[in-house]
């Protein structure tokens, strides 16, 4: 039987002059949320039109997706060099997480999608407008 794998998205991102912060509610146990660790990793969903970093649990992956209505934030969290947490907002606490090379992977993803048609042209043009390509 194959493991559903559990994702986020991303409601809201809040800047200030130290870092980013990805707003993310979450419903499942705090002790579930509290054991997740940075992937390290960025891929892309060009359908939906979202970046996903990857969080590792003690499974696999569950990812974290930033969808189309938060680039706006990640171009100014990127142009100043912020690095990037994930807040899970839960009813009883919030846990917070650092996003470990999340502008490297960013940044890098970046370049590679700019004038590739690989990518699907739609999604080619969202990301060179979101992020002044």
């Known amino acids: 039987m194959n493991k559903i794998m559990k994702s986020w998205t991303v409601e809201e991102i809040f800047l200030n ?4 912060e990805a707003l993310v509610k979450a419903e499942e146990p705090l002790s579930y949320i509290k054991q997740l660790k940075a992937g390290e990793q960025i891929l892309v969903d060009s359908d939906a039109k ?7 649990d003690n ?5 974290i997706r930033f969808p189309l209505a938060v680039w706006s934030e990640l171009e100014v ?11 899970f907002s839960h009813k ?15 940044n890098t993803l970046l370049e590679n999608i700019k ?5 699907g042209k739609d ?6 407008n979101a992020f002044h390509l």
């Open 77 to 87: 969290m990127k142009t100043n060099g912020l690095p990037m947490f994930v807040v």
């Open 17 to 20: 002059e130290d870092q980013g």
């Open 115 to 119: 004038d590739n048609s690989n990518y």
């Open 123 to 128: 999604f080619v043009l969202s990301v060179e």
């Open 50 to 56: 979202a970046f996903v970093y990857i969080l590792e």
């Open 59 to 63: 499974e696999g992956y569950v990812h």
């Open 92 to 106: 009883e606490e919030n846990i917070i997480i650092q996003l470990n090379n999340f502008l490297e992977e960013l």
